[in-house]
């Protein structure tokens, strides 16, 4: 079977790598990967869905599976299917629960699923009002793509107000930030969780505790993810339970019965859990369409199942066929990233702000052969060197039968990668 992934990072690199573990498939393509990419499957050029499609066609693809948002906001998926191409992933239509934040909010709120209190704004004047009233503090969230960084927590109405300017007005999003969510801040603990679907079946994978923040003691701003690890201490069966049938069920069930929308692929919810009495309710603070980055690099190294296998029933409406099966092994990613360094013209403040490519980087090769490294932002230059070429660089992924065992392999391996200015968040796993 021959396999395409869609996707350029360190989410993207997991997927291709986890098909390459599968004795169903013979080779995978990915469009367009990246230098550590090239080394675990064969790299494509490939740019617009329309290239992908023909691409497909011509080499008889079996099964393309898509990793990031924006390909299936454009509706990749469509366009394979009117093509008769087999692929995973939602639809164009079912894209909205994470192209637009707005949206998704109404229509989890109409389908009777707990979201924190939220208003919606196109018109700064009114979200400024509305912040300056409330009494509450609040979360301010672009309503289109933004790379995993389009939510601004705010601690004060100050920061509220500086956050609906930036991004309504100054547009440090460009058009996501049209319109706003606003919502409240909840206090609680954070969690990934990650379901199969069919469309009428949903099967829960695994969950992941994701470190969004850029620096130590989850302080700094938003990034798409610094770290990762599986499994989350906080899922039990019980809670699963509770995930399963008051977001994930209801949602997949809703979207379908009200909406007229049939979602198939991966579910990824956003929650945060926040004690009630005796009772934890998952709050869904966003939907994502797609398997996380950096949670995938955790999740997809579990996954005993073969992955083709769930690909097909989904494709097929057959997962109620599949029960997936996990390692309980501790799987633990830190992100390096390219941080604070000097430049010609001044300092590099690093990612997610401002940041330098072109930097050669080293130690790869000395890394325990037990971890996994995937690439985010590589290439070779001319002479072959490696060079970073994004914010996020690449990961370390470790195992080990403790949380504690898997970060402590995790720190002592990525000591050996050097570039200029790479940082990494020690305290990932320290719980
Ligand atoms: N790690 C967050 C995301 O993938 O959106």
Redesign the pocket.
Known sequence: MKVLVVGTGG?DHAIAWKFTQSPRVKQVFVAHGNAGIGETAACVNLRTIEEMADFAEKERIDLTFVGPEKPLSAGIVDLFESRGLSIIGPNRKASRLESSKCDAKVMLRELGIPVPEFENFSDPARALDYVRSIGHQVVVKADGLAA?KGSLVCDSVKDAEDAVRSIMEERIFGDAGERVDIEKRLYGREL?FFCFTDGYTVVPMVAAQ?Y?RARENDEGKNT??MGSYSPHPWLTDSLIKTIMGRVAEPLIAGVREKYGILYKGIL?LGLMLVGEGDDITPYVLEI?IRL????AQVILPRLRTDLVDVSEAIIQGKLAGIQPEWDPAYRLCLIAVSGPMKGKKGWYKGYPDRYKIGVPIEGIDAIDRDCLVFHSGTERDAAGRLITTGGRVLCVVSSGSSLGEARETALSQIEKVRFEGIYYRKDIGLE
Do not use: F, L, Q, V
């Open positions: 989410r995993g990934s994701d969004k798409g993810g990824y994502n996380g980055d950096p949670e």
